[in-house]
């Protein structure tokens, strides 16, 4: 699509060159992974490259990485009763999910609905830490806290919420998608047992993800049984274009060291910057505490996010509204929600997030998109106020 600005790379970052020629190099090559022969063993090769380039974006042994079809399946096989420490370990009997995490998370995987329960967070988004040290009290628990949220880009305590469980000898799931290139993630540091990766919100293909666990954590119960690929807990012969795509996307990742979260940033600033001077009454979301670099949810009273989100695209500019759309109606974002919203004002949350080849003429766009914008959707609003 010509003449288009793409602010839209929580949902899905643009393919990164390098990782497009690894996907379409694997495309053009037969052969199953689990084979012997020279086929065979020429794309297994291909993964196991990419197996050490997703975990060397995350500082992990090569190891401890588990190839699934996307950051959803990777939540899913992270919450599950059976991973176990050491044989004789009892299954987890209960989940405990923050209140801002992903629908995937939020679902509880394969915990029965009544052995989930969330735990709070605060105006910021930030998780509630004394109300987690209480809900761990009883039978150790399996927890699953996101490092940064997807829509307003709030960034997690991990390590303390890693000190925490374990102290309650419970085990952290941690979703760490939107954090590569932005913020630290490196697997060790933050103390996760479990951590989820995407790679199409990396600049890699969609459908592949992975799962890292720590070394000596057993998964006693499979998502998927079959064939015994990725050591057993993920059948189905691997999506190798797939793979690769991620693989080299880690790796592009890992060479731009923080160019990138210092670019976003600096865009950031101007976007918000110039928001604020042509809407003094905007809200940005979260901005009190430490949030991605590269996101920006707002929001501003009388605004409908439905009817902005299609005036960004007639103007050309694609960005999301931070609301959810299930069966026909707008559901209010449940993050908002969590974090105490007006209800009438999260109904108007817009999501901005940008990346490496976002250029500044694209954020003067969405602000010449907004001016006028503005003045037509909240018309109404002020002829009610005068
Ligand atoms: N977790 C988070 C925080 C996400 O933002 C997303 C994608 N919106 C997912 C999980 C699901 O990722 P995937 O599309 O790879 O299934």
Redesign the pocket.
């Known amino acids: 699509m010509t003449d288009r600005v793409y602010l839209d790379w929580?949902?899905s970052a643009p393919l990164r060159p390098k990782a497009r020629a690894a996907v379409l190099a694997m495309l053009e090559r037969t052969g199953n992974p689990s084979s012997v022969h020279a086929e065979g063993r020429d794309v297994r090769q291909a993964i196991e490259r990419a197996r050490g380039e997703v975990a060397k974006l995350v500082g992990a042994d090569a190891g401890s990485v588990i190839f699934t079809s996307?950051?959803?399946?990777a939540?899913a096989l992270a919450l599950s009763p059976g991973w176990v420490r050491s044989p004789g370990d009892g299954p987890f009997m209960r989940l405990l999910v923050s209140a801002v995490e992903?629908a995937?998370?939020r679902e509880g995987g394969r915990f029965d609905r009544g052995r989930v329960s969330q735990i709070p967070v605060d105006g910021r988004g930030v998780i509630e830490l004394g109300a987690l040290r209480e809900r761990l009290a009883g039978p150790p628990a399996l927890v699953s806290v996101?490092l940064a949220?997807?829509e307003t880009g709030v960034v997690q305590p991990i390590c303390e919420v890693a000190r925490i469980v374990h102290e309650a000898g419970g085990l952290l799931h941690v979703?760490a998608?939107?954090a590569p290139g932005r913020i630290g993630c490196d697997f060790n540091a933050l103390d996760a047992d479990l951590l989820?990766l995407?790679?199409?919100?990396i600049g890699g293909p969609?459908g592949a993800?992975a799962l890292i666990r720590k070394a000596g954590l057993h998964l006693e119960d499979t998502l998927t049984r079959g064939g015994g690929q990725e050591r057993g807990l993920r059948a189905g012969t691997e999506n190798v274009p797939g793979i690769a795509g991620f693989g080299a996307a880690a790796t592009e990742i890992l060479a731009q060291s923080g160019q990138e979260a210092a670019h976003t940033r600096r865009l950031r600033t101007m976007l918000e910057t110039g928001l604020r001077s042509v809407t003094p009454d905007i809200v940005f979301f979260g901005e009190e505490g430490e949030r991605l670099p590269n996101t920006t949810c707002f929001s501003h009273p009388g605004l409908l996010a439905e009817t902005a989100v299609i005036g960004f695209d007639l103007a050309g500019v694609a960005v999301s509204s931070g609301s959810a759309c299930s069966s026909g109606k707008v559901q209010p974002s449940h993050v908002l929600a969590a974090m105490g919203v007006d209800p009438a004002l999260a109904r108007g949350a817009i999501r901005v997030s940008t990346g490496y080849s976002t250029k500044e003429a694209d954020i003067e766009r969405l602000l010449s998109a907004w001016t006028k914008l503005s003045e037509s959707l909240l018309k109404g609003r002020k002829s009610i106020a005068a």
């Open positions: 929580n949902a996307g950051a959803t399946e939540n992903h995937s998370v996101m949220n997807n979703d998608v939107q989820t995407s790679a199409h919100k969609r993800g």
